[in-house]
């Protein structure tokens, strides 16, 4: 069961989800377990799926991005609620299959079209319909005015219908040139006719006549896709990248690199203009317009992906729509219909704070420490913004003033505050509900002096130069104490403290090791890794130790044996981290992939991602990331220059809780054809 759930991840992720919660209820492996954060970790921009009992025929979004109207191909129309608090609302049944659909501004009515040629009007509240044409050609468009007065539909048969509201009549017709969008405009005294070809006309409503036409395809329009913005005002279509441009006029041409290699089967295009969502072969593309600096008011914008594409949702997506603006989509595949919201992260990841700043743009790492006493977390980027924050909320708990850049952060047991800056230690302690600047204590070596750790009674903190010299500074009076002599100027790779605080590995640039104690600074020779180390981390009890050369190497290597016990096949790690609780091993690459590994088995769970905001595919946003473990070690924060600090939540209670909602539904007896075997007797979705 969890092999189907993995291998449904790419088409149908609501099964997916499903069945690796069930997997893992069932049987709580290190497999299932893996499933199951594969399942949740996937489509991170996926709010929740819904069904909606019938093939999708029509969509609609409302004005204010709280509902939309859906179209079925049973004749059935549907209001979703999208924050999910209830579930649909039949209002409408044409008993034909609706392929046309229109919401006024204001909510108060909902036009619909059929394919028998039916046009009605309803009211999304008292469900009360007006039949304004009972049969016809079927409807291929529909339009209300701002006021709900006029109804405006096109047919296959390229007839142009204006329909009085209140007098239940039609009270002009007319013929275009193959039109399948219409839009009232000017209040309701001008039509915007669309074709297909990207042809676009201007029509008066009274009399119904063409006024101005306008083409904007410049290229041949065989294979590919186009479609308007909700509002009509802007048209676009999908081939060798996408086009978009005023409707009626022409005028703003914007173009959307993207390539794929399969047809598009839907377009969304949002009001402003400044994204456009595709589907093809299954994912959901977002891009953004290129903009050429000083053009259209802005300043220079690379044009590309927004977000990795969306996918889980089915080999066809037959509606796009935004709602509520450019951040949130609403897709539909036959009967499933998919909710996104681009900034969302992750569904397994809550956001705290603002957005870090990524001023200087050198790959610097913003602090990031958590109390190991009440789990509050700070960080700092590099404008010298201290933030200190309650874990659960978000809740600022304190507004420090005064730090002068990004700097390593530490929490001692009793709560204070240490900052490892360039050339010297402050200590910060919390008072009057705010952290204040204590006391400041130059480094004792001007040979690149840096903090690693502090040592576990909190006592002192231990330093390391450039060239391996080792020393400490007691975090109650600035006292320095030289423990050891090093080598050569920057000759450091590596220095990672036990965690009982004996002894200190150094590694060198040159792969030589050797173990200081901290006690009386005797020195040993260290571990024989066989590889070079660019990054380490002992187990909570010292007895495991991990170390990676960048590359693609990582060794477990057990230091009471002396001998690596594990080979794992992990890329480009740049740091290692094991849980508290040392059941498992975090790395994150250079390019900001945390995979999260099962420490005894050695197997890889799952892959989480960070990112910038700046820059989606910026390859050096994981060098840019600090990270820490929450003190129970069933929560990963990570802080990004150019990006956000994340809660990340490593309890597979939560992933189930994720996955439950994220579903929107629970496992049928149908789908559990697909594993086969006796039908539990509880399918229930649940943590």
Sequence with gaps: MAATAVAD????????????????????????EAALLQAVAASPHLVRFADNETPVTALAPFADGTRIATGGEDGTVRIWDLAGDRGPEVIADLDQRVTALEVDEKAHQVAVGGSDGMVQVVDPTTHDAAVLQARGHPITGIALDPAGAQVATVDDAYRVAVF??????????????APYVVAFRAGGTQLLLGTGTG?????????LRRTTRWSSIKTPFNNYTAGYS???GWFGYYKFGVFV?????????RSFPLSSRTFASSIAIAKDASRVAVASGGTISVVQAELPYERYGSASQEGGLVTDPLSGIGSTITDLAFVGGRERLVSASQR???????????????????????QTEASIRPGLAVSPKDGTVAWVGDDGRLAVREPRTGRVTANPQGMSSSGRLFFSRDGKLLVDESERVEVWDQRDGTFRRVATWPYPSDRGTSVVAPTPDGSALVTVDDDGGVGTISSSDGHSRHLADGGKRYSLSVAVLR??????????????????????GRTRAGPAFGVPVSAAAYSPDGRLLAVTDGRAALLVWDTQASRVVRRIAAERVDRISFSPKGDRLVTITGDGRIAVWDAASGLRLGDLRVRQQQALDARDVGYQTALAWGPGGTEVWTATSGGSALRWSL?????????CAAAGRSLTADDWQVVGGRIPDNLTCRA
């Excluded at 681009?342 to 870090?356: E, F, K, S, Y």
């Excluded at 309890?651 to 996955?659: G, H, N, Q, T, V």
């Design 9 to 32: 991840i790419p088409q149908r992720l609501d099964l997916s989800m499903l069945f690796a919660v069930e997997a893992y209820q069932q049987r709580r492996t290190p497999q299932t």
């Design 164 to 177: 009085d509201v209140g007098r239940r009549t039609v009270a002009t017709a007319a013929s275009g040139s």
């Design 199 to 207: 042809e676009t006309s201007s029509w008066s409503v009274t009399p």
């Design 230 to 232: 909700d509002d009509a």
């Design 245 to 253: 441009a005023d409707a009626a006029t022409g005028k703003h041409p």
């Design 336 to 358: 499933i219909l998919a909710l996104w919201d681009l900034r969302q992260q992750a569904r397994i990841a809550r956001q705290v704070g603002r957005h870090i700043p990524d």
């Design 499 to 520: 965690p009982d605080g004996a002894e200190l590995l150094v590694v060198q640039a040159d792969g030589a090791t050797r173990l200081v104690e901290l006690h009386g």
């Design 651 to 659: 309890d597979p209670a939560a992933w189930i809780r994720s996955a």
